[in-house]
């Protein structure tokens, strides 16, 4: 969002000079947080999104005038096998110096039956959290922001303890979008649908989106339809007055849930994941089946949920959903 809208619309006035100031920090932030090659887009054992170590040091040499490290001495958790160390980041950006903090942590690899990891694994445990630090510290000052806003999400594998996937809603874009379980062992990376546009300019043909995952109609079963499709079909349904009040979440957001839900229960119906929202709203005092009939729609179906409770609902799912799974494999060992 632009700092001289912000300031427009709280009446704040800004000299020229403060403004052209903001302006060269907005400039910047853009270029640090531009999307990368989708295959730069990683999903780690805990299912979630990363970019390599040294994709980060390739964009922070471009945009870091200098750039230096340092690292504590790393602590052991020997409870967990995992490691953390703080790793603190200097940086001068623009002729400024900037200083940032950051706790790195990564777990310790060991062989099954092993009581303890070997010497290997524990020195490359540590290289790893510090790694995790140095990126975590890079965020803090812009570069690639958008994993830790949660922007990219992954579909997950959800392996058991022997290895094989048990997610059904993986397997199935693993073969929708011809991909190499080798190579996306852990999980699919799905990039939001406003980095399309860059994507384009780009000349960048491999990403996948929430569209192309979630806001399609299987004609066949391994038929993907492109995102263009789908962007002239909202467009025509606009025009013809088809599509719901943003106070509602889209089919996309909608989908995006149900997929959740289904990743540990594929057999809940519409009204299971609807009476599962009304009885997580209304422990937080919300009573949703009300304010969607106040807003002119019954909530009967998932499409009904007021978009202000969108993340919230989306944020106790996940949990919901890793809660389940750890309690199924529980009971699986």
Excluded at 99 to 108: D, E, K, L, N, T
Excluded at 170 to 175: A, C, D, P, S
Aim: charged share 30%; proline share 2%.
């Amino acid at each position: 969002m632009s700092i001289d809208k912000i300031a427009q619309s709280l009446g704040v006035e800004m000299s020229d000079s403060y403004r052209e100031q903001m302006m060269e920090k907005e400039r910047w932030l853009k270029l640090a947080d531009a999307p990368f090659l989708y295959r730069h887009y990683k999903v780690n054992y805990d299912g979630n999104i990363y970019i390599s170590q040294q994709c980060i040091a390739d964009r922070n040499a471009l945009l870091f005038d200098q750039f230096q490290y340092e690292a504590e001495e790393a602590q052991v958790n020997t409870d967990t096998w995992c490691v953390g160390v703080w790793v603190k980041v200097r940086a001068i950006i623009n002729g400024k110096e900037h200083s940032v903090r950051q706790y790195g942590v990564h777990a310790i690899s060991k062989l099954r039956g092993d009581a303890k990891p070997g010497g290997d694994a524990m020195e490359q445990a540590i290289k790893s959290a510090v790694s995790d630090g140095m990126k975590k510290c890079s965020s803090w000052l812009g570069i690639a922001a958008h994993i830790y806003r949660g922007e990219v999400i992954s579909i997950r594998a959800n392996r058991n303890k022997e290895g094989q996937p048990q997610s059904k809603f993986y397997l199935q874009n693993l073969k929708k979008f011809g991909l190499s379980e080798y190579e996306y062992k852990y999980g699919i990376p799905v990039l939001p649908d406003s980095f399309k546009s860059f994507y384009e300019k780009m000349d960048w043909t491999d990403g996948i989106f929430y569209s192309d995952v979630f806001g399609y109609k299987e004609n066949r079963e391994d038929e993907r339809i492109p995102s263009e499709k789908m962007e002239k079909k909202t467009e025509k349904a606009q025009e013809r007055g088809e599509v719901e009040s943003s106070a509602f979440i889209n089919d996309m957001q909608a989908n995006y849930l149900r997929g959740l839900i289904h990743d540990f229960n594929e057999n809940a119906q519409e009204a299971d994941i609807v009476q599962a929202i009304i009885a997580y709203l209304v422990k937080h005092k919300v009573d949703v089946v009300q304010e969607a009939e106040e807003m002119g729609r019954r909530f009967t179906t998932v499409e009904a949920l007021p978009s202000a409770h969108f993340t919230s609902v989306h944020r106790y799912f996940k949990q919901l959903r890793r809660a389940r799974l750890e309690n199924t494999e529980e009971k699986s060992a």
